[in-house]
């Protein structure tokens, strides 16, 4: 059974950067990774998604430009490279994996997801 674990979360001030991991472990086959977002009070959103070959990648528009979205499939790990961070990324962060054929960056179609790791920004 697949399973997702993320790191890489914390405290940094606006302008500053992180790096999120999410390592996946168990039976794997081709998966679509996509990271979420949810902070206090807002739905859960759609940050990125990455395909299994990572030849096709989206990205929400509040953080195009900003934040970049890569896997390593040797080492089982997604990666999401968050730049010029802002007070309104503050959010946990949750990586999720979709077997789905056809491609999506839904929520909905995501079956695993990990426990998330909370990101802040403030100074």
């Known amino acids: 059974q697949l399973q997702l674990v993320e790191s890489g979360g914390g405290l940094v001030q606006p302008g500053g950067s992180l790096k999120l991991s999410c390592q996946a472990s168990g039976f794997t086959v081709a998966y679509t990774i996509g990271w979420f977002r949810q902070a206090p009070g807002k739905e859960r959103e759609g940050v990125s998604c990455?395909?299994?070959?990572?030849?096709?990648?989206t990205y929400a528009d509040s953080v195009k430009g900003r934040f970049t979205i890569s896997r390593d499939n040797a080492k089982k790990t997604a990666y999401l490279e968050m730049n010029s961070l802002k007070p309104e990324d503050t959010a946990v962060y949750y990586c999720a994996a979709s077997s789905r054929i056809m491609w999506s960056c839904v929520a909905s179609d995501f079956a695993t997801w990990g426990q998330g790791t909370q990101v802040t920004v403030s100074s």
């Open positions: 990455i395909n299994t070959n990572s030849r096709r990648t």
